[in-house]
């Protein structure tokens, strides 16, 4: 649904991203991995149209949406958990959920306040509270919960189980699970690598702003001496 | 002080501080909600009188109608502007904001001069409008000034069912912490910030439209609102309707009552309240603490 | 001699006093081109500063005009406080000053210079006049109201030196604080105390907002408001009804009726499409006090203590009825009763003939 | 381009302590030559510009280097103004010796009681705080008979400074002034440059950064942000000594609003975050005005001053996102551009710096 | 079992601390011990309190109730800044650095805190000797030396979690208190990280709060558990990994080590 050919990406003087190619196929799950400032953010930056890429090309469903802006991403259907939350501070649990509610693509409805609430019950509690007086794991679950409040067909996970108990972890691999089977395709980077392959069905390895390494995840996983190589672990 | 004297005293109080909310709503919208310093908040609030003076005679009777028109006037210019000033200044120091909107008073001052002069001129209130309620044995009441009360609390409710209650509120409130991450979420930050910065100039110009049969329009009469209007939206805490509307009162009451009794030293006391309130409440009254 | 007089206006181009500037340098002009645009057979240059009103620029829009422009006259301005920085300047550097509004009393008191002249009054006079009038008309027990700044006060306490001599009293003194309009508050205290009358001070909007108000709260149907002309100057279209049979004082009137002043406003609506106001009238006078100073000096500004001495000496012959400068500088004129009719100011009657200010603290 | 708002020691090597000084010494300079080419208005003019240059700039440590945005700052200076007139003695020169420290201190002092209570708050109420202060200040001079309410009051005699019967300087005379106004210039200047580069500086430039780390990390943020609060209201009170040595006369004005954001408007228009930008700032500010007023140039479009001069500076705005001072930095960044053509591994790039 | 170092007595011992907010009691009656030689971790469900632990330790907020000793000396009543300098670090679990400055400058601010001396108006900062040897020091520890002169607000995100350290070692100081130090980091670098609190705990008392558990299992001398507000289990490791409450609130069933 989403191909990303020879994409070449700067900041400022400093070449981040080396004409990266990447396909994300409809109803599956992608996995993205990499040391640290390898280029990740980057490159999920660059196609959602926050940081203009220098060359290269994005393809939504065949249709070129190269430079388009992150708005029209998002409508498209991409919804979007950044790295570090980027919750609404000024605005209540309940309002940061509301503002953001959409139908998706064709009109689906999937993900409603009441389910997204019965997904993470521990933001019940919390409905009036102001963004930012949320504990670091409840900003995540909002976080992720605003995102499936757009209903999206494609969903990005920039480190979404960061700070999160390992039981809520757990639950949020459950969800991706759940979403992945409902046919939306996600692109998952996270710290965690074999969470990532157990839940993915391919999985790219970035570095130095490169894919270096392409596969199924299942192979990836029994392929430790490689991606010790490249994860350092 | 008798009783009916401080009655009067109060009502005086009252309707002093709604006309002030109803200049400082725009201003809360846009200072406080969208975070733009926005200096030429006054100067909108004269164009605004202005325009009723320029608009009365075509419109002759039909008042709410000169009103609207007004608005809607006031509303494209708004879009215009912030299309062409101010569209590209978010993303930089705030500060900038600052030097924009006090070369934009500067410009419209004289433009202003240039098009219609420097005399002060008279408003007619509409006919319907223009009995008087008498009020004890002395003292009668125009109804001008009820209705222009009347019309404050109606802007209220409105603006603070708007801004709170509904998912267009709660988009520009996000806006304003932000940018990036509404746009991440599909909504056309650009557009909805063009359009909350035209209505809250219009909201300044209708401000000005009432104000202008009660206090005639002259030439500087928007730099005198525009500091004590943004005493009104700090006190109530930033960004808060209904903390701007009482802070309009506290004020309204601080300042009537002020004259009355410390008449040497009045200028001080509306400041003084401001000092002492942040001192004790450093986010303004009404903030929600996020 | 052939080098031009240099002339320089510092006037307010921008903000509230604006038009009071246009005006006090159309009536200038208009009589320097009635001489057929030379005083003693001198040409007029002149050079235009904006003060902006404002009393922290004076010193620098002063030395503007004296030391960039090297002036030899300078006439200005319509602010007190400007005009005070501009008088300290004067008197410093010793260059010709003639006033055309601001009416502080230091200027002609305090501050007094043989260099500083004045065209148009002292705070003193009109406020010292109506003091009288009301004590004639009447009342007893009368309440002041104005902006608590310099001029307010000071008309303020010269109505009530007329007026307490007369027999009066003033019962209380309110203010608020300049430029607030909110007079709501003050307004139901006059109602609460019911005086004989109310004596006020506003001008511009202020004046506007509050004849309005007070009219608006019926207040002008019991209480008489009485006030120095400047409540009721340039602004009565905007005042409209609110306006109507406002006694005021001042030393211009709108229908004079004698053929000085028909003349005078003649030629002034034909050369500038507007009627002429006090303000023209003051410029008029100032190009008038210039020209017997240039006369005294056969043209030669720069024999500067003859040019004073021609100036203190002359009888003007003003369009307000001809006058004459006291010690200090300051036309002893008379001081008019006037009421307002429609869109003018109309004459009563002269309320005192050849009123001189005091002129306290004068040491000249 | 990646910037570093501190000075860092890769920054250092590139920037010789020779070039580092050599442009304000230049500009010191020359501004002391002046007076042997320019007419006594040109003089007077510079010493305007050289007055609010250094008003600004005390400014600048509080917006630029501390990220105290203030709106009352006028308030000091104006105290300072009104101090040295009330203190000055009616019948003889009074001594700069005692007086200019002493109004000096005046701001100080209220400064630090206004600073003590305003830097409770934050942001945008710490504006409209310092704005309140301010004033009051400005209300009770205008609305009290202390210092001649709103007309102001006038110095007789302009202060002096004598060693014995020996009159080192006597500002009644313009050059005398215009030498002291340029000395306070450059020693004003070196003082900020001085706390800019020394610990207490990148104290506040760490405070300006994040203010919650600065604590967490073991600096009592309000005490330096009250320092740096006080040492700002003392140099604007030594800006209105001048300012009222060189006028004469004070009124309420010099403490209003109005005053406090022009100056603000100058290190905004002349770029934050550089001692450089407040003193082109300050002279870009007053020069167009003067320029777009003067009738000689403009004739009649003069008397329109208000509407070139705001057309200028929002073109400024759009065209100069980092004020006056970042046009140099974005020249400089240009040439470099062309130089050369593969792009360098360094992300250094010369900071604006002091 | 007793770990050696907790027959010392406690560098820093809290006591029953509380912290409401409005009706909300965060952290309620929590007491903690900590020792030289010690990594002490405190693990808890998302909104347990544990944040607000550390920042009531820290003097980032006052505590409604309980009280804080250091070496003895109460300093409930201390500021923030006064129990950093006598030697209480912390680190945030929201990234909290000066994006605009250098990584280098970010930890030379951080070590110039032991010898602020701000009158000192004459002497450059960036050549304090001192200052610039401690930085360095914590650059090299956290593996930051690569990018001692990038701006720290345009490193990755990993890079910034691991410069938050650096700043927190660049004041010398006694305690560490820890906020989720690994969230953000990648394998190799959570390796070093943990490596590296080995080394410093034989000098320091740590407070380690952490999601990663195999990293607790590795690291931790004792652990605390917490939820809602209130401590439910403290002990050594293993007898945590065996707790039935704990698994229940908090680890799951699935965990493995
Ligand atoms: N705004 C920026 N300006 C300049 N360089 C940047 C900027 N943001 C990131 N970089 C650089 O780009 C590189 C890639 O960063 P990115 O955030 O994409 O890494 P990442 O793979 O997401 O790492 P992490 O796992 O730590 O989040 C890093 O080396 C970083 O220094
Ligand atoms: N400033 C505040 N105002 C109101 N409530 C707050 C505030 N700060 C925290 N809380 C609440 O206190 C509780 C504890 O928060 P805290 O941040 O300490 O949790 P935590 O244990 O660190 O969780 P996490 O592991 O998710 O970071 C949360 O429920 C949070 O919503
Ligand atoms: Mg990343
Ligand atoms: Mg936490």
């Known amino acids: 649904m989403l191909k990303i050919r020879s994409l070449n990406t700067y900041y400022g003087d400093s070449h981040i991203l080396h004409g990266v190619d990447l396909d994300i196929p409809e109803g599956k799950a992608v996995g993205l991995l990499g040391r640290n400032g390898m280029g990740k953010t980057t490159l999920i930056r660059s196609l959602m149209g926050f940081v203009p890429a220098a060359s290269g090309r994005i393809l939504w469903r065949d249709k070129e949406v190269t430079g388009s802006s992150p708005e029209r991403m998002a409508r498209l259907g991409i919804g979007y958990v950044p790295e570090g939350r980027g919750i609404f501070p000024n605005l209540s649990v309940r309002e940061n959920l509301v503002m953001s509610a959409r139908l998706g693509a064709a009109g689906r409805c999937d993900w409603t306040y009441g389910r997204v609430l019965e997904t993470f019950p521990r933001l019940t509690e919390r409905l009036d509270h102001g963004g930012q007086q949320l504990s670091g794991g409840e900003q995540q679950m909002l976080s992720i919960g605003r995102a499936l409040m757009t209903n999206p067909d494609l969903l990005i996970l920039d480190e979404a189980t960061e700070g999160l108990a390992p039981l809520i972890v757990q639950e949020i691999w459950r969800v991706i699970k759940q979403i992945s089977q409902t046919g939306i395709s996600t692109l998952i980077v996270d710290r965690n690598y074999r969470s990532v392959l157990a839940h993915t069905d391919v999985a790219v390895v970035l570095e130095k702003g490169q894919i270096v390494l392409a596969d199924e995840s299942i192979t990836l996983l029994n392929a430790s001496d490689t991606l010790s190589r490249y994860l350092g672990v | 002080m008798d009783i009916s004297t401080f009655l009067a005293q109060c009502l005086n109080a009252v309707q002093y501080g709604l006309l002030l909310f109803l200049v400082a709503s725009g201003l809360t919208l846009i200072f406080g909600i969208m975070g733009v310093i926005n200096l030429a908040h006054g100067s909108f609030y004269m164009i605004g009188a202005y325009l009723a003076f320029g608009l009365a005679p075509l419109f002759g009777d039909q008042f709410l109608l000169q009103l609207l028109a007004g608005v809607v006037l006031a509303a494209s210019f708004g879009f215009i502007l912030e299309w062409l000033f101010f569209s590209y200044l978010y993303q930089r120091d705030h500060l900038q904001q600052v030097l924009m909107t006090y070369s934009l008073i500067l410009v419209f001052e004289e433009a202003r001069s240039l098009l219609v002069g420097n005399e002060v001129h008279g408003v007619k209130a509409p006919p319907w409008l223009s009995g008087s309620i008498r009020l004890g044995d002395l003292m009668s009441y125009p109804v001008y000034s009820l209705f222009a009360s009347a019309a404050c609390l109606v802007v209220a409710i409105g603006l603070y069912f708007v801004v709170n209650r509904t998912r267009l509120g709660m988009m520009i409130r996000a806006g304003a912490s932000n940018r990036d991450m509404v746009r991440g979420l599909g909504i056309n930050i650009k557009l909805l910030y063009r359009v909350v910065f035209a209505a809250g100039v219009a909201l300044a110009a209708l401000a000005g439209m009432i104000a202008a049969p009660m206090s005639s329009v002259y030439p500087g009469m928007g730099g005198q609102i525009l500091i004590i209007c943004f005493v009104v939206v700090v006190i109530g805490g930033i960004g808060s309707i209904s903390g701007a509307l009482i802070a309009s009162l506290l004020v309204g009451f601080v300042d009537t009552f002020g004259k009355v009794f410390f008449a040497q030293f009045s200028g001080l006391s509306v400041y003084l309240l401001m000092a002492l309130i942040l001192i004790w409440r450093p986010e303004g009254l009404k903030s929600k603490g996020y | 001699q052939t080098a031009p007089v240099k002339v320089g206006l510092m006037l307010p181009a921008t903000g509230t006093y604006a038009n009071l500037g246009t005006m006090i340098e159309n009536g200038f002009k208009l009589y320097v081109s009635e001489q057929g645009g030379k005083l003693a057979g001198r040409e007029i240059q002149y050079f235009k500063v904006d003060d902006e009103s404002d009393p922290s620029k004076a010193t620098d829009n002063v030395n503007k005009l004296i030391k960039r422009d090297q002036v030899d006259v300078l006439v200005g301005t319509v602010h007190s406080g400007v005009a005070l920085g501009m008088a300290k300047v004067a008197k410093e550097t010793g260059t010709l000053l003639i006033v055309p509004n601001a009416g502080a009393n230091a200027i002609t008191g305090a501050m007094c210079a043989k260099n500083i002249f004045r065209s148009s009054f002292s705070s003193w006079q009109s406020g010292f006049a109506m003091g009288k009038v009301a004590a004639e008309r009447g009342h007893k027990k009368i309440m002041t109201i104005t902006w608590n700044y310099a001029f307010g006060n000071e008309s303020v306490q010269a109505f009530t030196e007329g007026f307490e001599k007369a027999g009066g009293k003033v019962t209380q003194n309110m203010t608020l604080p300049f430029p607030n309009v909110e007079f709501q508050a003050l307004l139901t205290q006059i109602a609460a105390q019911k005086p004989d009358a109310v004596y006020a001070f506003f001008a511009g909007g202020g004046a506007v907002k509050f004849v309005k108000d007070y009219a608006a709260a019926g207040l002008n149907k019991s209480i008489p408001l009485y006030g120095p002309g400047f409540l009721t100057d340039g602004t009565l279209e905007a005042q409209g009804d609110a306006a109507q049979g406002l006694f005021t004082t001042l030393h211009y009137a709108d229908n004079l009726n004698t053929p000085r002043d028909n003349a005078f406003r003649l030629s002034f609506a034909k050369a500038y499409k507007v009627n002429a106001d006090v303000y023209a009238v003051q410029g008029y006078d100032a190009a008038q006090m210039l020209a017997a100073g240039l006369k005294a000096a056969s043209g030669d500004i720069k024999k500067q203590d003859t040019v004073i001495a021609g100036m203190a000496a002359a009888q003007i012959d003003s369009p307000r009825g001809k006058f004459t400068l006291s010690a200090a500088h300051n036309p002893v004129q008379d001081i008019y009763l006037r009421q307002v009719k429609a869109n003018n100011n109309e004459l009563k009657n002269v309320a005192i003939k050849a009123l001189a200010d005091p002129a306290k603290g004068c040491r000249m | 381009m990646a910037i570093s708002s501190l000075s860092s020691p890769a920054i250092k090597r590139s920037h010789s302590n020779i070039q580092h000084w050599l442009l304000p010494v230049a500009v010191a300079v020359v501004l002391a030559a002046l007076p042997m080419f320019l007419s006594s208005y040109l003089q007077d003019l510079v010493l305007k510009i050289v007055i609010y240059a250094i008003f600004a700039l005390s400014l600048e440590l509080l917006v630029g280097t501390t990220g105290l945005i203030s709106l009352g700052h006028a308030a000091f200076f104006g105290i300072a103004a009104y101090i040295t007139v009330l203190a000055s003695s009616d019948s003889s020169a009074s001594s700069i010796g005692w007086l200019l420290p002493l109004a000096m201190l005046g701001a100080g002092a209220y400064a630090l009681f206004v600073g003590a209570l305003s830097l409770r708050t934050k942001g945008v109420y710490f504006i409209m705080v310092t704005l309140a202060f301010a004033q009051m200040a400005y209300f009770v001079f205008h609305d009290t008979s202390i210092g001649g309410g709103s007309d102001g009051i006038f110095l007789t005699f302009r202060p002096a400074l004598r060693i014995g019967d020996f009159t080192l300087l006597d500002l009644e005379k313009p050059l005398h002034m215009y030498f002291l106004v340029i000395g306070c210039l450059v020693a004003s200047y070196a003082l900020l440059a001085m706390i800019q580069r020394s610990r207490f500086g990148h104290a506040l430039a760490g405070i300006r950064a994040n203010e919650q780390r600065m604590r967490a990390t073991g600096y009592n943020t309000y005490h330096y942000k009250l320092a740096a609060f006080v040492i700002a209201a003392m140099l604007a009170g030594l800006a209105g000594f001048l300012m009222v040595a060189k006028n004469g006369a004070v009124n309420p004005e010099l403490l209003s609003w109005h005053e406090s954001g022009a100056v603000l408007l100058m290190i905004i228009l002349g770029g934050l975050g550089s001692l450089r930008g407040a003193i082109i700032g300050a002279a870009a500010f007053i020069l167009l005005k003067e320029f777009y007023s003067s009738e000689t140039i403009f004739g009649q479009i003069a008397h329109s001053w208000q509407m070139t001069l705001g057309l200028t500076m929002i073109f400024f705005v759009a065209v100069m996102p980092n004020g006056l001072i970042g046009l140099v930095a974005q020249w400089k960044r240009s040439r470099a551009g062309k130089r050369r053509l593969t792009p360098h591994p360094s992300h250094h790039t010369e900071t604006p710096h002091d | ?257």
């Not at chain 5, 944040?51 to 000793?69: P, Q, R, V």
């Not at chain 5, 250098?102 to 930890?107: A, D, H, I, K, S």
């Not at chain 5, 390796?191 to 931790?220: C, G, N, P, Q, Y």
């Open chain 5, 1 to 257: 079992m007793i770990n050696a170092a907790s027959a010392s007595p406690p560098l820093l011992q809290a006591a029953a601390l509380t912290r409401r907010f409005g009706g909300l009691a965060a952290v309620n009656g929590v007491s903690v011990d900590l020792h030289v030689g010690e990594v002490h971790a405190v693990i808890g469900t998302n909104g347990a309190g544990k944040s607000t632990l550390i920042n009531m330790l820290s003097g980032e907020l006052a505590a409604s109730g309980g009280a804080i000793k250091l070496s003895g000396i109460d300093i409930t009543g201390w500021s923030q800044a006064r129990r950093a300098r006598s030697g209480i670090g912390r680190s945030y679990q929201r990234t909290t650095i000066f994006p605009k400055f250098t990584v280098l400058e970010n930890c030379r601010l951080a070590a110039q805190a032991a010898a602020q001396r701000p009158w000192m108006l004459w002497e450059a900062a960036a050549t304090c000797p001192h200052s610039m040897e401690t930085a360095w020091h914590a650059i090299e520890s956290a593996g930051l030396h690569d990018s001692a002169y990038l701006i720290a607000g345009t490193i990755s995100h990993g890079q910034q979690r691991q410069l938050e350290i650096a700043m927190c070692l660049a004041t010398n100081p006694k305690v560490l208190l820890l906020d989720e130090p690994l969230a953000g980091m990648g394998a190799e670098e959570t390796d070093r990280m943990l490596s590296m609190l080995e080394r410093l705990k034989t000098a320091h008392a740590i407070l380690l709060v952490e999601h990663d558990m195999d990293a607790v299992f590795r690291v931790a001398d004792r652990i605390t558990v917490m939820v809602n507000g209130q401590v439910i289990a403290t002990d050594v490791p293993d007898n945590i990994r065996n707790n039935n409450d704990v698994k229940v609130a908090y680890l799951g069933e699935t965990h493995s080590d």
